[in-house]
């Protein structure tokens, strides 16, 4: 069993981009982004629970990873940068952390490192628990109306979170709750120590103060992305593209 998604090619001797989405979103989330990388082979994937991936199940983050790797030793994926957002950003952490063979590099667009204590973690699964409760047994608009309210997404507008909640409630309420409680925040190791001492490019959004903060404590290269919030590469994708495709000049610049 492999991961869904969209692969596109680019020039021979570039490194694959893989790209990995946030909570409830799906391949098509960084196309627009990708679009403008085209030199570069490109793998847009569906994680656990979205989009061609909804019925594959996952008990937790190593599942995720051995999923992921898999998936990628089938597309004969050899040598690649991971680009995830949100949840896809901390996915890509712990499959980095597992120093996985061909991985180049990788880049987070708003992704937590994880909880430093257990108090904080338990907090955190018994809200996800809740929230996974809701998706379902709820209808979808009702809870991501109430999800988009979250101090997270403050920077949306009106606009904006009637469209995400138009766009997010196609998918399946149970598949989504049994990927949120496998991949909870709360149930995630705190990856700070194995993330020390590796660099690599950290993404986020100058109305983001919450991920401006965690940025501030990581061993990472930071990027701010003007006029956008938590979902920067929606909000601005022009300018997290350009911010791509800089990070990618400049650290393979010598490769190929």
């Known amino acids: 069993m492999i991961l869904g998604g969209v692969q596109q090619r680019g020039k021979p001797g570039y490194p694959w981009l893989v790209f990995l989405h946030g909570f409830s979103g ?37 599942a995720v990873s051995d999923l992921l790797a898999r998936t990628l030793l089938i597309y004969n994926i ?10 896809g950003g901390r996915i890509a952490m712990v499959h980095a952390c597992q120093r996985p063979m061909g991985l ?10 994880g909880l430093t204590d257990e108090a904080s973690r338990q907090a955190r699964l018994a809200s996800d628990r809740r929230w996974a409760a809701r998706f379902r047994t709820e209808p979808l ?9 979250q101090p997270v997404f403050a920077s949306l507008t009106e606009a904006q979170r009637r469209e995400l909640i138009a ?24 990856l700070r120590p194995a993330l020390w001492g590796r660099d690599f490019d950290y993404l986020y959004g100058e109305r ?3 991920f401006a903060a965690i940025a501030a404590e990581l061993n990472a290269t930071r990027h701010v992305i003007p006029h ?29």
């Open 228 to 256: 956008a919030g938590h979902n920067a590469h929606r909000e601005n994708p022009e300018a997290v593209a350009s911010c791509l495709a800089q990070i990618l000049r400049l650290r393979i610049k010598d490769t190929l």
């Open 78 to 87: 050899l040598n690649y940068w991971l680009v995830g957002y949100s949840l």
């Open 208 to 210: 983001d103060e919450k």
């Open 141 to 149: 608009a009702d809870v991501f109306a109430d999800w988009y309210q």
């Open 26 to 62: 799906d391949c098509r989330e960084w196309q627009t982004v990708g679009a403008s990388l085209s030199d570069y082979p490109r793998l847009y994937l569906d994680l656990p629970g979205h989009g061609a991936s909804a019925g594959i199940s996952a008990s937790g983050f190593d």
């Open 167 to 190: 766009l997010r409630s196609l998918n399946s309420g149970a598949h989504l709750a049994d990927m949120l409680e496998a991949t909870s925040l709360g149930a995630q190791p705190d």
């Open 104 to 113: 180049c590099g990788w880049v987070v667009e708003g992704g937590h490192p």
